[in-house]
């Protein structure tokens, strides 16, 4: 059973669509994050949920939307993709939020690719 | 502003020799460390943590040791397998998020 899933794993679409990236953990965790890895294999956050509530959002743009309906998935939503967001995504989720030594455990990734 | 930093992008090991793997930070505040190991084609998997209060972590073949005043960590694995070869994130606990180095490849060579 994957402990953290999320779909689809390969994405390719045109700029200016609308996509979602789906992302379920099965771990009973509290705390759900977005990572995005671009070009330079930068991972960094994007946000983090702690039960269905946003707590993180690191500058990134409107065009990002995170929807979390239950504490056991957050989905990620983009709208009028542009080049540059072109990366992959990272679903992850970890027992409680900051806590030291607080594991987080990821998703396989989706890659995007907006041409 | 990189506050975590692998300035290694990768690095060669031949099998059954010693492989270490160093991270930088700048963040006095962090309160833990962690070493995340990638293979190709999946998400990152939890591999080796420190708590700034230790200075050295082992588990198995792997470990990890903490210099606070330097701001500096490594990771050593011995003996390397082939198996190791991945990319391995250095990460930062602190604030309510792991913050990233941009990783080393490693690769173990027969």
């Known amino acids: 059973d994957t402990a953290v899933s999320q779909t689809p794993k390969y994405l390719v679409t045109q700029m200016g669509n609308d996509k979602s990236i789906k992302c379920e953990q099965n771990?009973?965790?509290?705390?759900m994050y977005w990572y995005k890895q671009d070009s330079k294999k930068f991972l960094k956050i994007m946000f983090s949920y702690n039960n269905k509530e946003l707590i993180i959002n690191e500058t990134v743009p409107n065009r990002f939307s995170p929807k979390s309906p239950d504490k056991a998935h957050l989905n990620l939503h983009i709208n009028s993709l542009e080049l540059g967001d072109s990366a992959v995504y990272f679903c992850a989720s970890s027992q409680d939020l900051g806590a030291a030594g607080n594991t987080i455990y990821f998703g396989e990734g989706s890659w995007l690719t907006v041409v | 502003d990189q506050q975590v930093k692998q300035n290694s992008p990768s690095l060669s090991v031949q099998e059954g020799r010693i492989s270490i793997l160093n991270c930088d930070y700048t963040n006095s505040m962090f309160d833990y460390f962690l070493w995340y190991k990638k293979y190709p084609a999946e998400g990152p998997t939890f591999l080796i943590s420190i708590s700034s209060i230790k200075d050295k972590n082992e588990d198995g073949r792997f470990t990890v040791f903490l210099n606070k005043s330097a701001k500096h960590l490594s990771l050593h694995i011995v003996p390397s397998q082939p198996g190791d070869s991945a990319v391995y994130f250095c990460a930062a606990s602190g604030f309510g998020k792991l913050i990233f180095g941009t990783g080393t490849r490693l690769q173990v060579f027969p």
């Open positions: 771990l009973g965790h509290d705390t």
